[in-house]
């Protein structure tokens, strides 16, 4: 029997995906990619956009009438809002937070499918006249169908982080050889105006720094190249636990005194970091490591005081300018990535100059710019959406304009050089290899030599546009890294 899996949204969700895999693979499924295959179909969902969530109105309607001409059993799970999850249980036979993975083999039993695990079983096992009342299995079964919907409408609250240290335990099925996710805390407790995630996966929990390095460990040992750690906010990490817990510095200096002892050649990243409370700490533990990436992703959202106080950012521009000139003076090579969002709600002209501003000075090399939509849940819900949808879209052409250029002045300046890449696999173009740099900036090579695709090699660089490059592989270290 097999299941069909589709991930909308984050790397966090990506990471979740890898999980569910793993919790098919033990009930007996084997993964298809082709919809009319599966047995059972599922879609981590994001109710953070709103085109995530129309992509999962629209697969559910298909589903729904596939049901027609064969039995299959549908579920959904993911950053759920409470009233997309209202909703949802309409549409799928399975609607449970991801902290309740571990149960759905349970879940999918009560449904009554029999999985391929289960015919292994004794049937004694299978049936019993008088099933436990007392489990785990029961209580899930009951929150998934009509309880949590009663839950819902009287105004109850449900709690998506419960059982995460549990959903943690779950071994995940990587997609990839060489490169992975490793969750290190879940939630979020900063309620952004304009963001749901507080509302989806609940307060921020961190992961216990034992089980990060752990699994860490255990990826670098097995020959994964490039790590990433995830959090809705990762540098408050361990802050819920103050006293019991080390703090994100501390565990990139843990990671970085793993990396120097182990010989292994790997970069770590982490995603995403709030300004706030970003400190000169985390800078620093970056700048003294190598397998720490010099690469920082840090959302500006917004370039204007007054906007990121609607945003309830809780930080200034004077703070978040401090981070970005210790991070030039720290680590000078370093990339910066950053989100934006144009057309916020009452944002003026001279508030978006202040953001278009913002990045002539920081001179971002990548930037996420999104145009502001309401989103059911938020605090900014509330409010009305009076930027004009024309104006949102010209915002967003300049500060795209703007990304462009500063982002071409710097690949220009690595014309000529030597980097360091790891290739991920085949370019569009044919004949050629996709890599990263340590800077995650994209560049291909022509090479048909597709044992590179997850090793580290050495490349000149011959041109440059504003989001790629393009090198030429050196022969004496694709040797080495071939026969290495």
Same mark, same amino acid.
């Given at each position: ?10 790397q966090?969700?990506?990471?979740d995906?890898?999980?569910?895999r793993?919790?098919? $693979?033990q ?14 179909l ?5 109710s953070?956009r709103q ?5 999962v109105y629209? &697969? ?5 009438k ?6 299959l059993? +549908?579920?959904?799970?993911g950053?759920?809002?409470?009233s997309?999850r ?6 799928f ?11 759905l083999?349970?879940?999918? &039993?009560?449904?009554?499918?029999v ?7 004794? %049937? ?6 008088n099933?436990p ?26 709690n ?7 959903f ?6 990587? +997609? ?5 996710f ?5 939630g979020? *407790?900063?309620f952004?105006?304009f963001?749901?995630?507080?509302? +989806? ?12 390095m *752990?699994?860490l $460990? ?7 190249k490039?790590i ?49 409370d ?17 690469q ?6 917004s370039?204007?005081d007054?906007?990121?106080? &609607?945003?309830?950012?809780?930080h ?9 000139e ?5 680590i ?6 950053? *989100?934006?969002i144009?057309?916020f709600?009452? %944002?003026?002209?001279e508030?978006?100059?202040?953001t &278009?501003l913002?990045? %002539? ?10 145009q502001?939509?309401?989103r059911?849940?938020a ?6 959406? *009076? ?13 795209s ?11 220009k300046?690595?014309?000529?050089k030597?980097v ?16 990263l740099?340590?800077?995650?900036l ?9 044992q ?17 490059l393009?090198?030429q592989l050196i022969?004496?270290?694709?040797y080495?890294?071939i026969?290495?």
């Amino acid at each position: 029997m097999k299941y069909h899996l589709i991930s909308l949204g984050c790397q966090m969700n990506l990471s979740d995906t890898e999980r569910v895999r793993t919790v098919m $693979h033990q009930m007996g499924f084997t993964s298809t990619e082709n919809e009319d295959e599966a047995a059972i179909l599922g879609i981590i969902a994001c109710s953070v956009r709103q085109k995530a969530i129309d992509k999962v109105y629209s &697969r559910i309607a298909h589903w729904n009438k596939m049901k027609h001409r064969k039995s299959l059993i +549908t579920f959904v799970s993911g950053c759920i809002l409470p009233s997309d999850r209202e909703k949802f249980l309409k549409l799928f036979d399975l609607v449970f937070p991801m902290s309740e993975l571990p149960e759905l083999p349970d879940m999918v &039993r009560q449904y009554g499918v029999v999985t391929p695990t289960s015919l292994q079983q004794p %049937e004694s096992d299978l049936f019993t006249e008088n099933p436990p009342t007392d489990t785990k299995v029961n209580a899930k079964s009951v929150m998934q169908n009509v309880a949590v919907g009663s839950l819902i409408k009287s105004g109850v609250k449900l709690n998506p982080a419960a059982g995460i240290d549990e959903f943690w335990h779950v071994e995940p099925t990587y +997609t990839s050889d060489f490169e992975a996710f490793i969750p290190i805390q879940n939630g979020c *407790d900063k309620f952004c105006t304009f963001c749901a995630v507080p509302y +989806t996966r609940g307060r921020e929990v961190s992961r216990p720094s034992v089980e990060i390095m *752990d699994e860490l $460990h255990l990826l670098v040992e097995k020959g994964f190249k490039s790590i990433t750690l995830l959090g809705q906010n990762v540098n408050s990490y361990g802050l819920d636990k103050s006293g019991q817990e080390i703090t994100f510095p501390q565990l990139l200096q843990q990671i970085g005194d793993y990396g120097q002892k182990s010989g292994k050649e790997f970069w770590v990243y982490f995603t995403s970091p709030h300004p706030r409370d970003m400190t000169d700490e985390v800078i620093e533990v970056i700048s003294k490591y190598l397998v720490l990436a010099k690469q920082i992703h840090l959302p500006l959202q917004s370039g204007d005081d007054a906007v990121l106080m &609607r945003m309830n950012r809780k930080h200034t521009m004077d703070k978040y300018r401090h981070i970005m000139e210790t991070i030039r003076r720290l680590i000078p090579e370093a990339t910066v990535f950053t *989100d934006i969002i144009v057309g916020f709600t009452g %944002e003026t002209d001279e508030q978006f100059e202040n953001t &278009r501003l913002a990045m %002539e000075i920081f001179k971002y090399n990548m930037a996420y710019i999104a145009q502001y939509s309401v989103r059911p849940g938020a605090a900014s819900s509330r409010w009305a959406d *009076d930027v004009p949808k024309e104006t949102k879209k010209e915002r967003y052409h300049l500060l795209s304009a703007e990304l462009s250029k500063h982002a071409l002045e710097y690949n220009k300046t690595l014309v000529g050089k030597k980097v360091r890449v790891l290739v991920r696999g085949r370019d569009r173009k044919a004949g050629y290899l996709s890599a990263l740099t340590e800077g995650k900036l994209v560049i291909r090579f022509a090479s048909e030599q597709q044992q590179l695709i997850g090793r580290f090699v050495d490349l000149q660089i011959q041109t440059a546009t504003p989001l790629s490059l393009e090198g030429q592989l050196i022969a004496e270290a694709a040797y080495q890294t071939i026969t290495a």
